[in-house]
Structures are given as C-alpha cells and as structure tokens.
Nanobody, 121 residues
Framework: QVQLVESGGGLVQPGGSLRLSCAAS????????MGWYRQAPGKQRDLVAT???????NYADSVKGRFTISRDNAKNTVYLQMNNLAPDDTAVYYC???????????????WGQGTQVTVSS
C-alpha cells in the first residue's frame, strides 16, 4: 500500500510564503514524476508544477517565478515553495506521484488527500 501525505498548508497574507511537503510511504519500488495540482472552489483541478526523477521541472504560467518545486529522493518527498502568494492562489493543493510499488509491474498515479492554502488579509 502506497500513501502520499501532504503538509504545510494554512492561512497566509498576500505577499507571504508557504512551503508544502508531500511524503510517499509504503511498498515503493520506484518513484517517477512528482507534482502539485490545485483546485479552487467551483473550478477544475489544474497543474501547478511537476518534477521528473531527473529534476526537470515544469510550471503553470501563473506561478512561474513565484513557486519552486523540488524533491528529495532519499526521503521520497516533493516540496513546493510558494512565494509572493496572492488571493488567486487560494485552493486545495494536491500532491501527485507516478509510483511503481513493490508488487506491480507498472507504475500508476497516486494522489494525496489535499491541503488547504488560503491567501487572505
């Protein structure tokens, strides 16, 4: 059983910063791409940033220059450093990872439970 557990969300004022973490645990054979998505009320879930196992990154245009995704392969953890936050960044943030577990022949997508980020004065 593989799990993704997120942490680090909360309430922050505009212009502030937050750092999200997502740790994968369980019977993991290998982790491939990891990423963050977000879903605001009444809207679809959108990509925020992704990072490959070779540390190649991709960002949504709306967060470029403000957010940074990184990973620690030794800890099976992906991070999202969010700076200069704005009210439009308010959403539930979900961690995603492509993982092959110890009992499978193929990798599959896993999702975290989500963590709320609220940007408000």
């Amino acid at each position: 059983q593989v799990q993704l557990v997120e942490s680090g969300g909360g309430l922050v004022q505009p212009g502030g910063s937050l750092r999200l973490s997502c740790a994968a645990s369980g019977s993991i054979y290998r982790i491939y791409d990891m990423g963050w998505y977000r879903q605001a009320p009444g809207k679809q879930r959108d990509l925020v940033a992704t990072i490959t196992s070779a540390d190649s990154t991709n960002y949504a245009d709306s967060v470029k220059g403000r957010f940074t995704i990184s990973r620690d392969n030794a800890k099976n953890t992906v991070y999202l450093q969010m700076n200069n936050l704005a009210p439009d960044d308010t959403a539930v943030y979900y961690c995603n990872a492509e993982i092959r577990d110890s009992y499978a022949y193929r990798a599959r997508d896993y999702w975290g439970q989500g963590t709320q980020v609220t940007v408000s004065s």
